[in-house]
C-alpha cells in the first residue's frame, strides 16, 4: 500500500510568488492534516481535512494559504503571495479514523524555501 | 493551551549506551501520547504510541510508559544503535484531532 505522498520535496522560491503544494493521503482515508515546522520551531497544525470538507482550519498562519481537497482525494496547499517567514517544511498526514482512535501517518514534507 | 516538553538536542551517545529522552506534557483531559521519528531524508514515522496512563508503548527496542501522575512520556531505549540516530518527536492528541509536537530531540548515534 502507498503512503503519503507529497509534491514537489522541495521549492525555491522568491518573495511574492506564489506556490502550490500537493498532498495525495493513503487511498480511503477520509482524515487529511496539513502542517508545518518553520526552522527551529515545533511542528505545528495548520489544518483539517475530512473528505473535502474543512474540519478545524484554526492553524492557518494568513489569508495568503489556501487549502483545498476537491473530490475528497488529494489536497493542495498554496501560498500567495509567499513571504520569507513561510519558508519550512511543510508535512501532510492521513487517517483512517479520527486522530485520537487511528495513527496519523505522515508524508515526507515539502522544504519549501522564500528568498 | 495543550503543551509538548522535550529535552533539546543535540543527544550523542557510543553504540549500545542507553538512551532517555525526556518528554513532559500539559493537556486537558486524557491525551494520547507519541513519539515519531525522523530519518535522514525522510518523513515523519510513528514510532510508539500510548493511549491511557500506565500504558506502555514499545516499538523496535523503543519504549515509553504513559505516566499521568508526572506528564510524563519518556523515551527510552536499552542499547542504541548507529541507525537510531534521527530526530525524535515527542506528540499528544487531544479532543481535537490535532497532533501537538514538541520540538524535537536530534540523536547522534557514534560507532
Known amino acids: 500500500e502507498a503512503g503519503v505522498t507529497q509534491f514537489p520535496s522541495h521549492s525555491v522560491i522568491e518573495k511574492g510568488q506564489t506556490v502550490t503544494l500537493r498532498c495525495d493521503p493513503i487511498?480511503?482515508?477520509?482524515?487529511l492534516y496539513w502542517y508545518r515546522r518553520v526552522m527551529g520551531k515545533e511542528i505545528k497544525f495548520l489544518l483539517h481535512?475530512?473528505?473535502?470538507?474543512?474540519?478545524?482550519e484554526s492553524g492557518m498562519p494568513n489569508n495568503r494559504f489556501l487549502a483545498e481537497r476537491t473530490g475528497g482525494t488529494y489536497s493542495t496547499l498554496k501560498v500567495q503571495p509567499a513571504e520569507l517567514e513561510d519558508s519550512g517544511v511543510y508535512f501532510c498526514?492521513?487517517?483512517?479514523?479520527?486522530?485520537?482512535?487511528?495513527?496519523?501517518?505522515f508524508g515526507p514534507g515539502t522544504r519549501l524555501t522564500v528568498l | 493551551g495543550d503543551s509538548v516538553t522535550q529535552m533539546e538536542g543535540p543527544v550523542t551517545l557510543s553504540e549500545e549506551a542507553f538512551l532517555t529522552i525526556n518528554c513532559t506534557y500539559t493537556?486537558?483531559?486524557?491525551?494520547?501520547l507519541f513519539w515519531y521519528v525522523q530519518y535522514p531524508g525522510e518523513g515523519l514515522q510513528l514510532l510508539l504510541k500510548?493511549?491511557?496512563?500506565?500504558d506502555k508503548g514499545s516499538n523496535k527496542g523503543f519504549e515509553a510508559t504513559y505516566r499521568k501522575e508526572t506528564t510524563s512520556f519518556h523515551l527510552e531505549k536499552g542499547s542504541v544503535q548507529v541507525s537510531d540516530s534521527a530526530v525524535y518527536f515527542c506528540?499528544?492528541?487531544?479532543?481535537?484531532?490535532?497532533?501537538?509536537f514538541g520540538k524535537g530531540t536530534r540523536l547522534h548515534i557514534l560507532p
Open positions: 506528540a499528544l492528541s487531544g479532543r481535537d484531532d490535532k497532533i501537538i
Open positions: 498526514a492521513s487517517s483512517q479514523q479520527r486522530a485520537r482512535l487511528d495513527t496519523q501517518y
Open positions: 500510548a493511549t491511557k496512563a500506565d
Open positions: 493537556a486537558t483531559g486524557y491525551p494520547s
Open positions: 481535512f475530512v473528505k473535502e470538507s474543512k474540519q478545524d
Open positions: 487511498s480511503g482515508h477520509d482524515n
